[in-house]
C-alpha cells in the first residue's frame, strides 16, 4: 500500500475565508483612515500658521519695527504672508505661505501686528483667534477644529476647538 501524500498549499475555500476576513477589516479600517489624515492635515495647518505667528513675533522683534501677518487677498483660507507695512505686496515681504490641504482655515480678524517688542498691537482688547478645520466638519462638531488663540502679549497657541 502506498502512503497517501498531502498536498503543501490551500484549498479554495480557505482562499475565500481569507480574502473575506480580509474585506470585512477593510471596510472598517478604511473610515478610520479618513479621520486620522483629516486630523494630521488640520494638526499640520494650525502647526504651520502657528509657526508662521512666531516667525512674524520673532521678526518683529530682531527689525525692531511692526510686523504683520496678513490673510491673503481672499482670506486665510487661502494663504498668508508676513510683511512690513500696511500691505504685503514685493517690497514689504517678508514670507508668503500658502494654505494646504483640505481644510478651512477663518478668522474674524483679517491680520495680527507684532511691536518691535514681540506685543501684539491690539486692534481689540480680546485674544484674536483663528480657526483651522476639516472642510468636512459641520457646525457644531465637538473636538474637530483646532483654534490658534493670539494674546495681547504675542503669544500663541493651539487648543482644540469645535466646528463653526
Not at 114 to 141: A, H, L, Y
Amino acid at each position: 500500500m502506498l502512503p497517501q501524500r498531502r498536498s503543501a498549499g490551500f484549498t479554495v475555500i480557505e482562499l475565500m475565508i481569507t480574502v473575506a476576513v480580509l474585506a470585512v477589516v477593510a471596510v472598517i479600517a478604511v473610515p478610520s483612515f479618513q479621520s486620522i489624515i483629516e486630523r494630521n492635515q488640520t494638526a499640520t495647518q494650525a502647526n504651520g500658521l502657528l509657526s508662521a505667528l512666531q516667525f512674524a513675533r520673532s521678526e518683529a522683534v530682531k527689525r525692531g519695527e511692526t510686523v504683520r501677518l496678513s490673510e491673503d487677498t481672499a482670506g486665510f483660507d487661502t494663504g498668508w504672508c508676513v510683511h512690513t507695512g500696511t500691505s504685503c505686496d514685493s517690497t514689504t515681504a517678508i514670507r508668503e505661505f500658502e494654505k494646504a490641504g483640505s481644510v478651512t482655515v477663518s478668522s474674524a480678524e483679517t491680520e495680527v501686528v507684532f511691536s518691535s517688542r514681540g506685543e501684539r498691537v491690539p486692534q481689540s482688547n480680546t485674544n484674536i483667534t483663528i480657526n483651522v478645520q476639516p472642510s468636512s466638519c459641520t457646525t457644531g462638531e465637538v473636538g474637530r477644529s483646532s483654534v490658534i488663540e493670539i494674546s495681547l502679549s504675542g503669544r500663541s497657541e493651539v487648543v482644540k476647538g469645535d466646528c463653526l
